[in-house]
């Protein structure tokens, strides 16, 4: 089994800074995925970045980057510049290779408001 | 990436009457599909996961009776909301996944109001 830990109801930054927000994770499974969606207000969820457990170097996609610690289970988001149009909720999701054709097990999610 | 269909986005029925959400894939062969319900300034909840051509599997407190889930082909599954009463009011989206793929790519959600 899978367990999310999003520790950060609410984020608040200025625009053009950046964020980081956290997500600690648990799980049995040796080899697993971890994903983080963004949801605006119209409810759509979407993709921003992938970490695969045997990954050496933390994933990186244009102004996302995930801080990957192994050791530590915890796969943070780092979202650098920020713009008004990244106030959404974040959600940090993984999913494990070892048991089938498993679903995703979300965070209760961050929201993240950006700042003019 | 792929881009998974969902529909209707938003749906106002009667107490007692039912609805059917569609989901499709329309770039790739999703062999599965999954169902998740939202309530609101909540996350997302599973309530069941469907392979092509097989009985859905639903997690536990979800009512199969009530949330029917059918997925004949490879491009469509649909969710099926019986007698609907006011709590069923919520979130509903679906996510599909091609075989072996990684990503999951989800539809854009349908917004169910029960009155």
């Known amino acids: 089994a899978q367990k999310i830990t999003q520790t950060q109801p609410g984020m608040f930054v200025q625009e053009k800074e950046a964020v980081t927000l956290d997500c600690t994770y648990d799980?049995?499974?040796?080899?697993?995925?971890l994903f983080w969606y963004k949801q605006p207000s119209s409810g759509e969820m979407i993709f921003l970045i992938y970490?695969?457990?045997?990954?050496?170097q933390n994933a990186t996609e244009g102004r996302y980057s995930l801080n990957f610690q192994k050791a530590r289970k915890s796969a943070n988001l780092v979202i650098s510049a920020s713009q008004l149009g990244d106030s959404a909720m974040y959600f940090c999701?993984?999913?494990?290779?070892?048991?089938?054709?498993?679903?995703?097990?979300f965070g209760k999610g961050t929201r993240l408001s950006v700042i003019a | 990436g792929a881009v998974v269909s969902q529909h209707p986005s938003r749906v106002i029925c009667k107490s007692g009457t039912s609805v059917k959400i569609e989901c499709r894939s329309l770039?790739?062969?999703?062999?599965?599909m999954f169902w998740y319900r939202q309530f609101p300034k909540q996350s997302l909840m599973l309530m069941a996961t469907?392979?092509?051509?097989?009985?859905?599997?639903?997690e536990q407190g979800v009512e199969k009776d009530k949330f029917l889930i059918n997925h004949a082909s490879l491009t469509l599954s649909t969710l099926t909301v019986t007698s609907a009463h006011p709590e069923d009011s919520s979130f509903y989206i679906c996510?599909?996944?091609?075989?072996?793929?990684?990503?999951?790519?989800f539809g854009q959600g349908t917004r169910l109001t029960v009155v």
């Open positions: 469907s392979n092509e051509g097989s009985k859905a599997t639903y």
């Open positions: 999701a993984m999913r494990g290779w070892n048991s089938g054709n498993t679903p995703l097990v």
């Open positions: 799980t049995s499974d040796p080899s697993y995925g």
């Open positions: 770039d790739f062969q999703a062999t599965t």
């Open positions: 996510s599909a996944r091609a075989q072996g793929a990684t990503e999951a790519f």
């Open positions: 970490q695969g457990s045997y990954d050496q």
